[in-house]
């Protein structure tokens, strides 16, 4: 299926489902996918095995022109409720990483202190200190967790360095409150093996890691876009508020998307 890159620095601002009206950091080259896995749903197609660490917008660029997007947005009273690391792939691959971080929140607290500033990560380096370090100082760490157990976790995301969820759940544990799970729910064939996050074997295993980490909130959300992995399937939302319900009952805030 058709799947799409983000070809520019500064993107949007968007109406994003989760976020309100999203103005998105896209880190990444913009002629490539580099992420540290390989989602079988992602928006922005199937990562490369090996990929070159080049091609990356260096610090002040990209201070550069979120500066200039958040002037011309204050210049016509625009509303804007994040300020989004997204793009092609794994934000927190970037170098420059934490000092970008800190330029974000600089030009958010001079141009519109009312919003937040999220960032949308897989989390398989938010163990490390400068990575965590440069996330806590956001308003939104979301963070993603999209299987119960080690073998659909390779199923679904696929990853393209050495993690297991286990260090994954450990390394959400270690935020806490202070972050926000994210959940993709799909089923379907892939590689002639079928997939699906949202048995009840897998939610049991998955609510066990949610009430370990006991997180702020936890965003559930079904594929609403093109997929790389051409048979997947929509997971009906009255599945997906059965699961929400199931959260509430450890008393952690959910949503459904």
Request: glycine fraction near 6%; charge should be neutral.
């Amino acid at each position: 299926m058709s799947t799409f890159l983000f070809e520019q620095i500064i993107f949007g601002p968007v109406k994003s489902r989760r976020l309100g009206i999203s103005l998105g950091i896209n880190l990444l080259p913009t002629n490539r996918k580099h992420c540290t896995f390989n989602c079988i749903y992602c928006e922005c197609g199937w990562t490369q095995t090996h990929e070159a660490e080049e091609g990356f917008p260096q610090a002040h660029e990209i201070k550069f022109a979120l500066e200039n997007k958040l002037v011309a947005l204050h210049s016509r009273n625009a509303l804007l409720d994040s300020i989004t690391f997204a793009g092609n792939g794994e934000p927190t691959v970037h170098p420059q990483f934490a000092q970008i971080v800190d330029h974000a929140v600089d030009l958010r607290n001079q141009y519109f202190p009312q919003s937040k500033v999220s960032v949308l990560t897989n989390a398989a380096k938010a163990h490390l200190p400068a990575i965590r370090s440069a996330l806590l100082k956001t308003d939104q760490p979301i963070m993603k967790l999209d299987a119960g157990s080690q073998k659909t976790f390779e199923k679904i995301n696929n990853t393209r360095i050495a993690v297991s969820l286990r260090q994954i759940v450990e390394t959400l544990e270690s935020f806490g409150n202070d972050c926000i799970v994210q959940t993709l729910f799909v089923k379907g064939i892939h590689n002639g093996q079928f997939i699906d996050n949202s048995t009840d074997e897998e939610v049991g295993l998955w609510l066990g890691h949610i009430a370990r980490i006991k997180p702020r909130l936890v965003m559930i959300y079904p594929i609403a876009r093109n997929t790389p992995a051409e048979h997947l399937q929509v997971v009906p939302f009255e599945v997906l508020n059965h699961i929400a319900e199931k959260v509430f009952k450890l008393g952690i805030e959910a949503e459904v998307f």
